[in-house]
C-alpha cells in the first residue's frame, strides 16, 4: 500500500553518506547510506544489534560516527558549532523506544519541558497553556493533562511521549520502535496517528521498526539495514516479493 500524498524529491530534507561506525573489531556500520524526501515516511528495518539504534544516535548527535557525513535541511552535522546544532536539533522530533516519560512529572509538566529548553524558538508572548492543549489535542488526550504517567496505559504513554515531541513543531520526526510493547489494536492506533500528524503538519519521518504490519501501512519507501549497509532500499511492495534471501527473511509469512 503507498500513501496518497506529494512526496518532494527534490526537496531532500536529511541525507546520510558512507556512514561508519566500529567499536573496536565490531564493525557496526559499514558505509550506511539514506535519503529522506519531504513529506515522506521512510521506514528502517534490520535485524536486532544490526545498528540501528547506532545510526539513530549518530543522527541526533548522541554518539559520534567514525566517518561519513550527516546533513540535515542541507547543514552538514558535523561542521556545526554548538548554538547551530542546538536550533537545528529542535526541528527534529525523537520518540524514544518506551516512552521515557518523566515519572515524577505531570503530563502538563512534561510538555512543558521541551518548551522550556528551547526558548528561542517561541517568543515569549507564547502562551504555553495553548501550545501544550493544542499538543494535547493532536494525540486525542487533552483530558489528560492533570495525570501522572503512573495513571495513563502504555498506548497513553505513547501518545503522551508523541505529543511531547510534536509541541516544537518538528520538520523531522524520529520514531523508534513506536508499535513495541503494543496491542496490535493500540499499535494499529499509533499507526494512524503517525499518519494524522504527518499530514496535519506535513512532518518527514523516519520510523524504526521491527512490525511488519506497521511497514506496510506507514512505509512511503523501506531501508533494510544489512551487514552494516543500506542493503535494499524500495517500496514495501517491492521488498516483499523480492527473491534474495537476506531480504526475504524478513517478511517471512507476513505477506497478504
Ligand atoms: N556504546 C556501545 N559500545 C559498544 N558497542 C555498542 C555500543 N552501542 C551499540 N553497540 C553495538 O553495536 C551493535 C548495534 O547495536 P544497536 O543498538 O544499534 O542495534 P539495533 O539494530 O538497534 O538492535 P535492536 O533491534 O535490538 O534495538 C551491537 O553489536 C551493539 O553491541
Ligand atoms: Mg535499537
Known amino acids: 500500500m503507498t500513501n496518497n500524498?506529494?512526496?518532494n524529491k527534490q526537496n531532500i530534507v536529511l541525507e546520510i553518506k558512507d556512514l561508519h561506525k566500529s567499536f573496536g573489531n565490531n564493525h557496526v556500520l559499514n558505509g550506511f547510506n539514506l535519503k529522506l524526501y519531504q513529506?515522506?515516511?521512510?521506514v528502517i528495518m534490520g535485524k536486532s544489534?544490526?545498528?540501528k539504534s547506532v545510526m539513530i544516535k549518530c543522527l541526533v548527535g548522541l554518539m559520534e560516527a567514525d566517518s561519513g557525513t550527516i546533513s540535515v535541511m542541507q547543514n552538514d552535522i558535523t561542521k556545526l558549532n554548538q548554538s547551530a546544532l542546538d536550533t537545528l536539533r529542535a526541528d527534529i522530533g525523537f520518540l524514544f523506544q518506551g516512552s521515557a516519560l518523566y515519572d515524577s512529572m505531570t503530563v502538563r509538566e512534561?510538555?512543558?519541558?521541551?518548551?522550556?529548553?528551547h526558548t528561542k524558538r517561541f517568543d515569549s508572548t507564547a502562551n504555553t497553556e495553548s501550545l501544550v492543549i493544542e499538543a494535547l489535542d493532536s494525540v486525542g488526550l487533552r483530558d489528560a493533562i492533570d495525570l501522572m504517567p503512573s495513571e495513563l496505559s502504555g498506548g497513553m504513554k505513547k501518545r503522551i511521549a508523541i505529543a511531547r515531541t510534536l509541541i516544537l513543531k518538528p520538520k523531522i520526526m524520529l520514531y523508534d520502535e513506536p508499535t513495541s510493547g503494543l496491542d496490535p489494536i493500540t499499535a494499529k492506533e499509533i499507526i494512524l496517528l503517525m499518519q494524522t500528524i504527518q499530514k496535519k503538519y506535513g512532518t518527514s519521518s523516519l520510523i524504526i521498526t521491527h512490525d511488519v504490519d506497521c511497514a506496510r501501512v506507514i512505509s512511503d519507501r523501506m531501508v533494510l539495514l544489512i551487514?552494516?549497509?543500506d542493503y535494499v532500499v524500495g517500496t514495501f511492495a517491492e521488498l516483499s516479493k523480492h527473491k534474495d534471501p537476506k531480504i526475504k527473511a524478513f517478511f517471512k509469512n507476513k505477506t497478504s
Open 5 to 7: 500524498k506529494d512526496i
Open 110 to 117: 512534561n510538555l512543558e519541558f521541551p518548551l522550556r529548553r
Open 227 to 229: 551487514d552494516g549497509k
Open 39 to 42: 513529506g515522506e515516511n521512510l
Open 49 to 51: 544489534g544490526s545498528g
